[in-house]
């Protein structure tokens, strides 16, 4: 049998973030399922990103998620503003423009708003979580908010799947049990976090400070991975390791994967969690409007269940040590969490 070929989605800087046909995983030989675990967690380990084609979410189910998700975020504000994101250890409900400081660890967060994230975003939980309710707009009388809750509920369990399926394609790429990580993705402790970047003017990006505006300031996503799902205006950026920043230009049907902090924490930091950003992409061709148009995405970030102590993975550290003290992977992303809001 040929060895699987793996694309590159990105090569610029000494960035190389492949593209990676998950189909072989999830359905082909051992020896392709081998091969495709090990390219994946190789593009974790060197990007910190990999792109994922035939990753078996059916093209008319994103397309349902982005409709619905623009639907949403053209109700009123008033509407909006009722279903107010309201703790840290909840993490569910809408914000608002300008409300969210992305963070670095460790960073102060009292300059992030010198130069404002331009984005409005509803955050997801799993649903009967006592007391911690999602917020979502009243169903009564309202059919479009109905089909809301239906299609997000149904695709925080979609993205559920495919989460524990990387997470078994990281440990098969690992050399540890393929259902190592089953144990620590089951409950579900994610969050679908759905953003709408308004169309704004042009002007609001050329800054008299010399600063660059931006659409989600320069960041490290937390948990374990993120699943997101882009439109075509694309924007995302990601810090290469000459400390340029290199577009992620979107790849229809695909999924852009990344690892996040717990996830680095965790591999004793054999896996990367890479730095990036949304800026606002330049139009195609110059068609002398004013404005640049909406740009929506959808992201879906994967944690290990809350209950969880995370500390080094086996093979990580038995010849380096380990370098973090374990902790309970909820109690690490309410600390994250509470630097951001």
């Known amino acids: 049998m040929a060895d699987i070929k793996v694309d590159q989605a990105v090569a610029q800087d000494d960035l190389v973030i492949p593209l990676i046909d998950f189909s072989a995983f999830l359905s082909g030989t051992p020896a392709q399922k081998q091969q495709t675990a090990q390219a994946v967690l190789n593009g974790f380990q060197t990007a910190g990103f990999i792109y994922l084609s035939n990753h078996g979410i059916p093209a008319s189910t994103i397309s349902s998620v982005f409709a619905n998700s623009a639907k949403f975020f053209a109700r009123p504000q008033d509407q909006k ?29 009292a300059a992030l708003r010198a130069v404002p994230d331009l984005k409005e975003s509803l955050e997801i939980g799993r649903e009967g979580e006592p007391g911690m309710p999602n917020m979502w707009p009243p169903t009564e009388g309202d059919e479009d908010a109905r089909v809301f809750k239906e299609t997000m509920l149904a695709f925080h369990d979609t993205c559920k799947e495919l989460h524990m399926e990387l997470m078994r394609a990281i440990a098969l790429g690992m050399g540890i049990d393929e259902k190592w990580f089953d144990g620590y993705t089951d409950v579900g402790d994610n969050t679908l976090r759905l953003l709408h970047y308004p169309g704004v ?73 890479t730095k990036h950003r949304v800026v606002e992409p330049p139009p195609k061709e110059d068609d002398g409007a004013d404005n640049y148009p909406p740009r929506y995405s959808v992201a879906y970030f994967c944690n290990p269940n809350f209950e969880k102590v995370i500390e080094a993975l086996p093979g990580t550290y038995e010849k380096t040590g380990k370098k973090y003290e374990g902790i309970k992977s909820g109690e690490y992303l309410v600390k994250r969490l509470t630097a951001t809001y």
Request: hydrophobic content about 30%; overall charge neutral; aromatic content about 8%.
């Open 81 to 109: 503003n009722a279903l107010s994101w309201y703790s840290p250890e909840a993490n569910r409900g809408y914000s608002g423009y300008g409300r969210e400081k992305v963070a670095l660890p460790d960073e102060d967060t």
């Open 201 to 273: 003017p042009k002007s609001v990006f050329k800054r008299d400070d010399g600063q660059l505006q931006v659409r989600a300031g320069e960041h490290s996503d937390y948990g374990s991975l993120t699943l997101l799902f882009q439109d075509a205006r694309g924007g995302l950026q990601v810090r290469s390791p000459k400390g340029t920043f290199v577009n992620a230009t979107p790849i229809e049907g695909t999924i852009v994967v990344n690892a996040g902090d717990l996830l680095a924490r965790w591999s004793n930091d054999t896996i990367k969690s």
